[in-house]
C-alpha cells in the first residue's frame, strides 16, 4: 500500500509518496511546487498543484494509483484542541480554522491543500497530523504564561510548541539507539533547522518546549529573535516610532543570526566568522549561549537525562555548533567525543558522546515526512507497529 504525504506552504506544494510493505515505509517519488500564485506563475493555486503532483505520480512507473490508501497533511497549528493526528471531516476543518488566528501564516495554505486533496481524491481518507500536538502534554505550569487568567480563558493565549512533528520522531529514535523503550527514557531534543526549538521528553511525553505562542519564543533562529524582554516592542513603538507591521517584520524576518551579522545561513557566519569578521563571531556566541542555557534548565527540569539529540539542517551538520553547545558541561555528564563529532556522515545517526558519557550525544536525522505517514496509517487503522520494526540500534 500507498501514503502521500503533503506539507503545503504559503507559495508551495510539497509531497513525498511512501510504500508500506511488512511494517517498513520505503519512500518512493517526492518532489516541490514552488511560487504558486506568484506573479506569472503557470500554477495558481494550491488545487492547480496537487493535480499537477497525480500527473506526475501516474508517469512515475513506482508509482501505482490503485495502491494509494490515504493522503497525510501536515498542519502547523491545532490549537489546543488536537492532541493527536486525525481523520480530517468537516469538524476537523472548522478547528484547523479556529486556529488561525495562532498561525495565520502556515494554517491557510494547509486548509487549501487540504480542500484541493478532498476535492480532487474524495474517495481517499485524509488525515491531519499537527506540529503542536506532541506538545499537549506540556502541564499547566509550562503552558501558562504569568498574565491574568482572562488572557488565556478568553483569547487561547499559552505555549503550544511546534516543530512537535520532528522532536517526536527524533525521540523516538533516541529511545531506540538507546534499546530502551521511549516511556523509560528522558531526553533533550533541539530541533535547529531555520527555525529551532527544544524540547525537554519525559518518558516519551513533551514537558517543557522553548516555543510558545507562536514559533518566535525561545531560541536564537535563522530570522527570529527568540526570547526578548517583552517591553522591547512597546519601547520600538514609542523611542522609534515604528509599527505595530514594522516591530512584526524586525523580529520574525530580520533579527535573529540575520538580525546580527546579515545572514541567516549557518555555514556563512562560520565561515565568516573563521575569517575574523567579529559581527559572525558574536552572532554565533549568541546562538550557542541560547542553546547552553535551554540545555542547563531542561537538565533542571527532567532530573534525569539519558540524551541530547541534534537534528535539522545546524543540527545535524555542524560539529562546531554541537561542540560549543555542550562545551564545559562535563560536570551533568555530558562529554562529546571530538573525533565523532567530526565524523558524522549525512542522513546517519550517530552517537557523539565519549565512552562512558552519563549522556549519551546523539545526531539523528529528522525525517517528519515519514512521521507523518506513520501517524496517518496508524489513524487510518493500516499500521499496528506503534514504531517501526526494532533492529539492532545501528550507529
Ligand atoms: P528549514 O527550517 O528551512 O527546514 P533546515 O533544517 O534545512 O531549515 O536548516 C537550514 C539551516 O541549516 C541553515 O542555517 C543552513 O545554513 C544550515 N546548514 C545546512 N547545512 C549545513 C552545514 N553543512 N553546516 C552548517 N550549517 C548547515
Same mark, same amino acid.
Given at each position: ?66 495502491? %494509494? ?24 476543518? /472548522? ?17 487549501? =491543500? ?14 491531519? &497530523? ?54 523509560? &527514557? ?35 533562529? =535563522? ?20 509599527? &505595530?507591521?514594522? &516591530?512584526?517584520?524586525? %523580529? ?87 573525533? /565523532? ?14 565512552? =562512558? ?39
Amino acid at each position: 500500500m500507498q501514503i502521500l504525504v503533503l506539507n503545503s506552504g504559503s507559495s508551495s506544494l510539497k509531497h513525498q509518496l511512501f510504500a508500506l510493505s511488512d511494517g517498513e515505509l520505503t519512500k518512493l517519488d517526492r518532489g516541490s511546487i514552488e511560487c504558486i500564485g506568484e506573479g506569472n506563475a503557470q500554477v495558481h493555486c494550491h488545487a492547480d498543484a496537487l493535480a499537477l503532483v497525480f500527473e506526475q505520480l501516474e508517469r512515475a512507473s513506482e508509482c501505482d494509483p490503485r495502491e %494509494l490508501v490515504g493522503i497525510g497533511h501536515r498542519v502547523v497549528h491545532g490549537g489546543d484542541l488536537f492532541d493527536h493526528p486525525v481523520l480530517i471531516d468537516d469538524r476537523v476543518i /472548522r478547528g484547523i480554522r479556529e486556529a488561525i488566528p495562532l498561525a495565520p501564516l502556515h494554517n491557510p495554505p494547509a486548509l487549501a =491543500g487540504i480542500d484541493a486533496a478532498r476535492t480532487l481524491r474524495p474517495d481517499l481518507p485524509q488525515v491531519a &497530523v499537527f506540529d503542536t500536538a506532541f506538545h499537549q502534554t506540556l502541564p499547566s505550569h509550562a503552558l501558562r504564561y504569568a498574565l491574568p487568567a482572562w488572557c488565556y480563558e478568553k483569547y487561547g493565549i499559552r505555549r503550544y510548541g511546534m516543530h512537535g512533528i520532528s522532536h517526536a520522531f527524533v525521540s523516538r529514535r533516541a529511545a531506540e539507539l538507546l534499546d530502551r523503550q521511549p516511556a523509560d &527514557v528522558n531526553v533533550i531534543t533541539f530541533h535547529l533547522g531555520n527555525g529551532a526549538s527544544a524540547a525537554a521528553i519525559a518518558g516519551g511525553r513533551c514537558v517543557e518546549t522553548s516555543m510558545g505562542m507562536t514559533p518566535l519564543e525561545g531560541l536564537v533562529m =535563522g530570522t527570529r529573535c527568540g526570547d526578548l524582554d517583552p517591553s522591547v516592542p512597546m519601547f520600538l513603538y514609542r523611542e522609534a516610532g515604528m509599527t &505595530v507591521a514594522e &516591530v512584526d517584520r524586525l %523580529l520574525s524576518h530580520d533579527s535573529g543570526l540575520k538580525g546580527l551579522c546579515g545572514s541567516n545561513d549557518l555555514r556563512a557566519i562560520l565561515q565568516r566568522a573563521k575569517r575574523g569578521h567579529s559581527d559572525a563571531e558574536l552572532a554565533l556566541q549568541i546562538y550557542c549561549h541560547r542553546l547552553k542555557k535551554y540545555l542547563g534548565a531542561y537538565f533542571a527540569i527532567l532530573g534525569r537525562v539519558d540524551a541530547v539529540v541534534f537534528t535539522a539542517g545546524v543540527g545535524e551538520n555542524s560539529p562546531e555548533i554541537r561542540r560549543s553547545a555542550c562545551d564545559g558541561l562535563d560536570l551533568i555528564g555530558i562529554r562529546l567525543d571530538e573525533e /565523532r563529532n567530526l565524523a558524522v556522515r549525512r542522513g546517519q545517526a550517530s552517537d557523539v558522546s565519549a565512552n =562512558g558519557s552519563p549522556v549519551r550525544v546523539f545526531v539523528i536525522p529528522t525525517d517528519e515526512e515519514a512521521e507523518i505517514a506513520r501517524r496517518s496509517l496508524e489513524v487510518m487503522g493500516l499500521d499496528s507497529t506503534e514504531h517501526p520494526p526494532r533492529k539492532k540500534p545501528s550507529l
